[in-house]
């Protein structure tokens, strides 16, 4: 099992920043990637960035060059550095947390809000 722990979400206004942390814990050593998704109301839920435990990257078009992902295997947590945000990027930001339990298996954190003001 993993636990996820997510910190950081807000208001901010558009053209801001903000930084999302996921902190884990519990079968630690079983997790393959980590990554973030959003939801925004009324829409189904997207995939914004993921981290493999090698330090590989990627991202959605719609974030390419504005947030980072990085992770701090110290501290197992995953951050999502968003920059410039705009106001089509306010939606409830979920942690996910890729682990071999046996079989793949998917773990989620309990969502932040962010919330981007014209």
């Known amino acids: 099992q993993v636990q996820l722990v997510e910190s950081g979400g807000g208001l901010v206004q558009a053209g801001g920043s903000l930084r999302l942390s996921c902190a884990a814990s519990g079968s630690i050593f079983s997790i393959k990637a980590m990554g973030w998704y959003r939801q925004a109301p009324g829409k189904q839920r997207e995939w914004v960035a993921a981290?493999?435990?090698?330090?590989?990257?990627n991202y959605a078009d719609s974030v390419k060059g504005r947030f980072t992902i990085s992770r701090d295997n110290v501290k197992n947590t995953v951050y999502l550095q968003m920059n410039s945000l705009k106001h089509e990027d306010k939606a409830v930001y979920y942690c996910?947390?890729?682990?071999?339990?046996?079989?793949?298996?998917?773990?989620w954190g309990q969502g932040t809000q962010v919330t981007v003001s014209s």
């Open positions: 981290i493999t435990s090698g330090g590989n990257t």
């Open positions: 996910n947390v890729v682990a071999v339990v046996g079989t793949l298996v998917d773990y």
